[in-house]
């Protein structure tokens, strides 16, 4: 089974802080994913990576950067905490799909509740 | 604009019901669809998905049925039972590499026993 492991289950910050949410998937996978989850919102990609050292911009980069140094760890940073970043961070991975395959899923990890107080 | 939109924010039936959750996107150019269950404190766990050349996809007691025309898709599930009880989300794609992927709100749905 595909295994996406994110490395805190719930943190609580200060505003102003760094943060770190750290994800780690053990498939080979070449895409991988930060999402953030908020009530009446649903999923809204943060960034995403499909290769290493490689990365883009989803619906709502502001205020967050990324990280992939290595195929299977993408990590996602909050240069300075705020009250609005509170909410639930999942990280999810997809392989490429080889050409004329069916379109692949994602695998999600458990997510990180993050409260910035 | 939200491109995929889940326009019942809850929705409560009987165990042993069928449970009908709806889906209605925007974009044209969306080709695959998926549904995501999500329980309290864990990750989204995939569900079913659909292929725009298809217009119904079924695993045991789930079935996605697909309307192009009308860009909506649903999700039956018969019979309900009470582990059913999560929040559902609908996710479009717009290509064939897995990198796009849009989620609708979310639907909550509650199995009454």
């Known amino acids: 089974d595909v295994k996406v492991t994110q490395s805190s289950r719930y943190l609580v910050k200060r505003t102003g802080e760094k943060v770190f949410l750290e994800c780690v998937q053990d498939?080979?996978?070449?895409?991988m994913f930060w999402y953030r989850q908020d009530p009446g919102l649903g999923l809204r990609l943060i960034y995403f990576?499909?290769?290493?050292?490689?990365?883009e911009k989803g619906d709502i980069p502001e205020g967050y950067s990324v990280s992939r140094e290595k195929k299977e760890r993408f990590s996602l940073i909050l240069e300075s905490a705020s009250t609005n970043q509170t909410s639930m961070y999942l990280c999810?991975?997809?392989?490429?799909?080889?050409?004329?395959?069916?379109?692949?899923?994602?695998?999600f990890g458990s997510g990180t509740q993050l409260s910035v107080l | 604009d939200q491109q995929v939109k889940q326009n019942s924010p809850s929705l409560s039936v009987q165990e042993g019901r069928i449970s009908i959750l709806n889906c209605d996107y925007t974009?044209?150019?969306?080709?695959?669809f998926l549904w995501y269950k999500k329980y309290p404190a864990e990750g989204p766990t995939f569900l079913i998905s659909?292929?725009?050349?298809?217009d119904k996809n079924e695993d045991g007691r789930f079935t996605v049925f697909l309307n192009k025309s009308a860009k909506h898709l649903s999700l039956h599930i018969v019979p309900s039972q009470p582990g059913d009880s999560a929040v559902y989300f609908c996710?479009?794609?717009?290509?064939?590499?897995?990198?796009?992927?849009?989620f609708g709100p979310g639907t909550r749905l509650s199995v009454l026993p």
């Open positions: 999810a991975s997809t392989p490429r799909p080889l050409q004329g395959a069916t379109n692949e899923k994602l695998f």
């Open positions: 498939m080979d996978h070449e895409n």
């Open positions: 990576s499909y290769d290493v050292k490689m990365k």
């Open positions: 974009n044209s150019m969306f080709d695959y």
């Open positions: 659909i292929s725009s050349i298809k």
């Open positions: 996710a479009a794609s717009a290509d064939n590499y897995g990198q796009n992927f849009v």
